[in-house]
């Protein structure tokens, strides 16, 4: 018998949602492993339950390594045709019945301006390097940029051994350009293990950029990693002291990310 891990979510639209995020997944990056969908109850998935641990900083690089491969992969089969402030529907071109399982993903910018402008707006984000003004800009940018995805690459959103890592939780899932989730991950797991040598980043930016720029795509510059940094601390400080979230970002990021925001014409590397 398989084991079952049950997810159970309190409205039924997010439930599909989820298992449409999980349809893309399967499809864009058909060589990563994440669990089988079981069965599918009214308000709830079982799915295939799978071993690991989640993200350690020791993990970073397997980490940075597969978001790397994931987003290639998808930006070169799929998302090269998606403009990152525009929903994007992908259809799924191997389905011969008459069931319709196209999916469409949410932009970038929409789904979280007004997040980002309201928490701004709280004054309950500590030490923001970013200004609303400044967000906008930094959203209108992101429209021409080429096409990744956002999966919420947190440290508990991955299962890892000594031989895979499994990417689990399909509940969000948007476009975001190259650089964002994998910001993601290195803000949260400094969240909750504490501050990262700077090297360490270094070394997980670089093995991340080496596969869109194997494949010619630019990557992700150091203003820009730092700048969904700053994303991510004001949309995680919400979580701060729970989730194991036990550090906020602005008390442990590296103050080159401050000097590079703040020196908006410079690129420093770090
Ligand atoms: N298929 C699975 N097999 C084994 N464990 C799982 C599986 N799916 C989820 N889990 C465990 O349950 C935890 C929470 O699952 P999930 O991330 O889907 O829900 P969540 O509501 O987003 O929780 P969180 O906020 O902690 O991320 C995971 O971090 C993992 O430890
Ligand atoms: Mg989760």
Same mark, same amino acid.
């Given at each position: 018998?398989?084991?079952?891990?049950?997810?159970?979510?309190?409205?039924?639209?997010?439930?599909?949602?989820?298992?449409?995020?999980?349809?893309?997944?399967?499809?864009?990056?058909?060589?990563?492993?994440?669990?089988?969908?079981?069965?599918?109850?009214?308000?709830?998935?079982?799915?295939?339950?799978? =071993?690991? $641990?989640?993200?350690?900083?020791?993990?970073?690089? +397997?980490? *940075? !390594? #597969?978001?790397? &491969?994931? /987003? @290639?992969?998808?930006?070169?089969? =799929?998302? $090269?045709?998606?403009?990152?402030?525009?929903?994007? +529907?992908? *259809? !799924? #071109?191997?389905? &011969?019945? /008459? @069931?319709?399982?196209?999916?469409?993903?949410?932009?970038?910018?929409?789904?979280?301006?007004?997040?980002?402008?309201?928490? #701004?707006?709280?004054?309950?984000?500590?030490?923001?390097?970013?200004?609303?003004?400044?967000?906008?800009?930094?959203?209108?940018?992101?429209?021409?940029?080429?096409?990744?995805?956002?999966?919420?690459?947190?440290?508990?959103?991955?299962?890892?051994?000594?031989?895979?890592?499994?990417?689990?939780?399909?509940?969000?899932?948007?476009?975001?350009?190259?650089?964002?989730?994998?910001?993601?991950?290195?803000?949260?797991?400094?969240?909750?293990?504490?501050?990262?040598?700077?090297?360490?980043?270094?070394?997980?930016?670089?093995?991340?950029?080496?596969?869109?720029?194997?494949?010619?795509?630019?990557?992700?510059?150091?203003?820009?990693?730092?700048?969904?940094?700053?994303?991510?601390?004001?949309?995680?400080?919400?979580?701060?002291?729970?989730?194991?979230?036990?550090?906020?970002?602005?008390?442990?990021?590296?103050?080159?990310?401050?000097?590079?925001?703040?020196?908006?014409?410079?690129?420093?590397?770090?």
């Amino acid at each position: 018998m398989m084991r079952i891990f049950t997810k159970t979510f309190t409205e039924p639209h997010t439930q599909q949602r989820s298992l449409a995020h999980h349809r893309w997944i399967a499809r864009a990056n058909p060589d990563v492993r994440i669990p089988q969908v079981v069965h599918i109850h009214p308000t709830a998935i079982d799915f295939e339950h799978l =071993d690991g $641990h989640h993200g350690t900083p020791d993990d970073l690089l +397997t980490l *940075a !390594d #597969l978001l790397g &491969h994931q /987003h @290639t992969t998808a930006h070169t089969h =799929d998302l $090269h045709a998606a403009r990152l402030n525009t929903p994007h +529907t992908s *259809a !799924d #071109l191997t389905s &011969h019945d /008459h @069931t319709n399982n196209d999916v469409t993903i949410a932009d970038f910018a929409d789904s979280r301006r007004e997040r980002l402008h309201r928490l #701004l707006a709280t004054g309950t984000v500590p030490a923001p390097l970013l200004t609303p003004g400044a967000i906008d800009d930094w959203l209108e940018q992101a429209a021409t940029m080429p096409a990744a995805f956002y999966k919420d690459a947190n440290p508990r959103n991955f299962l890892i051994t000594d031989t895979t890592v499994a990417v689990i939780d399909f509940d969000s899932l948007t476009l975001a350009p190259f650089g964002y989730d994998l910001a993601k991950i290195i803000v949260t797991i400094a969240m909750t293990a504490g501050p990262l040598p700077e090297d360490t980043i270094r070394r997980t930016v670089a093995a991340y950029n080496r596969h869109p720029e194997q494949r010619g795509l630019p990557g992700c510059s150091w203003r820009e990693f730092a700048a969904w940094c700053e994303f991510h601390h004001i949309l995680t400080t919400p979580h701060h002291g729970t989730n194991g979230y036990r550090y906020s970002w602005h008390a442990i990021r590296p103050t080159w990310t401050t000097d590079i925001l703040r020196n908006s014409d410079k690129e420093s590397a770090p």
